[in-house]
């Protein structure tokens, strides 16, 4: 059983594309290499970036005519080789800020996330004939682990099981971490021209750069990076700067209020980028974000933009540049209808606490002791994680008749995308 995106959403599409213009994403696939009223240019002073982190993004910022556009300032600060947020080698990933760590995600929250998520993988794999499982920026390897655990249990102990990650250290983590499955796991730094499996994406869409668009009395602005020289040897003050674009939401926002948001280009263009390889499977993508009309409702002035560091959260990606992550919510319409234009079939869209229920969260957890019990209830309570986040799921059309995801038996919301 298939699912398709309402005839309102659909005939969006024109205007998604309008207003975008990326056409392919090379984000994990090559490992190489608010506004303050009335005011145009906010200049706020901070916090040297670490040296050889600054003199990349100031060469960038030379480079580009002074002016960095926020999705290239985002890429440069997560993703500068051996320098940006994610690869680098701080600790990320955990539980409790003792341990050095900046967030927990689900797998490092409850190992029952991904043994019920591996039930799902489970039926795909069997559903679509297929044999093989990709994920994209699988952190610690938790999600993983606790995957191909469920996958053993239910027999599946020839699945290859393949992981796409920019970062070095992360990766030997993983290594580490996978080493029981050392035969079954592969790191690939490319994709193959012919891609087939279940994909799996947990909280990276929210990580693929954005562009930021202000409107600042009634006149739309593409929010970038600059800087002014500072008075520490290599320092620098990274300041806001906005500048007048043809660029919209790709819906209208009512009122004549003042408005920060985002677009989604990159990921957006990373669902087409799968879509030119992929020929027969199953995608899951779990991550924080909501449906077109919540995401640009008049209300959600400030936008989505969030910072983490310390398991504690700010809106200013100019701070600590390259020592915290930056993200921004998902806009699963946009990622929903890029995968349709691109020849996908949306398979369904739920909350996170639904699908995991859906999927047997409850019945694999039976005997789990209490502390366990208690963590993963925090997956599925409306107001911890069980809301907020949502799967979105995906499959090219010769895998997509025939079958229903089994996180969507139940409370399936395709129709409000």
């Not at 957890?365 to 799921?393: D, I, S, T, W, Y």
Request: charged share 20%; aromatic share 8%; net charge negative.
């Amino acid at each position: 059983m298939c699912h398709g995106l309402s005839e309102n959403a659909q005939v969006k599409a024109k205007r998604h594309n309008d207003a975008r213009g990326a056409s392919h994403c090379v984000w994990l696939l090559n490992v190489h290499g608010f506004v303050t009223r009335k005011k145009k240019l906010q200049e706020f002073t901070h916090k040297p970036v670490p040296s050889q982190l600054y003199r990349a993004l100031q060469q960038a910022i030379g480079e580009a005519g002074g002016w960095l556009p926020f999705d290239r300032f985002m890429a440069l600060a997560l993703y500068t080789p051996g320098l940006g947020y994610y690869a680098n080698d701080l600790v990320k990933f955990g539980a409790m800020p003792g341990s050095g760590s900046d967030f927990v995600t689900a797998p490092e929250l409850s190992p029952w996330f991904g043994r019920a998520l591996g039930q799902q993988v489970a039926q795909a794999l069997q559903a679509t004939g297929t044999q093989e499982v990709w994920e994209f920026g699988a952190g610690t390897g938790a999600l993983a682990q606790q995957v191909l655990e469920q996958l053993a249990a239910q027999g599946l102990t020839d699945v290859r099981y393949h992981i796409v990650d920019l970062s070095g250290t992360l990766r030997a983590r993983q290594q580490e971490r996978l080493h029981a499955f050392a035969g079954r796991v592969d790191w690939p730094t490319a994709l193959p021209d012919k891609l087939q499996g279940v994909l799996l994406g947990n909280e990276v869409l929210d990580a693929m750069p954005v562009q930021l668009l202000v409107r600042v009395s009634g006149v739309w602005h593409e929010r970038g990076v600059t800087f002014v020289p500072g008075a520490v040897d290599e320092g620098c003050a990274l300041v806001w700067q906005d500048r007048p674009t043809h660029l919209r939401p790709p819906v209208d926002v009512p009122g004549e209020h003042d408005y920060l948001t985002e677009i989604h280009p990159q990921a957006e263009a990373f669902v087409r980028t799968l879509a030119d390889r992929w020929t027969q499977g199953a995608a899951f993508f779990v991550d924080y974000g909501f449906p077109e009309a919540e995401y640009y409702h008049p209300q959600r002035h400030m936008g989505t933009l969030m910072c983490h560091k310390a398991h504690r959260s700010d809106p200013d990606p100019l701070v600590d540049v390259g020592l915290k992550d930056i993200t921004a919510h998902v806009n699963f319409t946009g990622v929903a209808l890029a995968a349709q234009e691109a020849g996908l079939q949306v398979m369904g869209y739920a909350s996170q606490g639904r699908f995991l229920l859906n999927a047997g969260l409850l019945q694999l957890a039976e005997n789990a002791p209490l502390p366990e019990r208690a963590q993963l209830a925090k997956l599925v309570n409306e107001h911890e994680m069980g809301e907020l986040f949502k799967v979105l799921a995906l499959a090219p059309m010769a895998s997509a008749d025939g079958w229903l995801p089994m996180g969507f038996a139940v409370g399936d919301r395709t129709h409000a995308l």
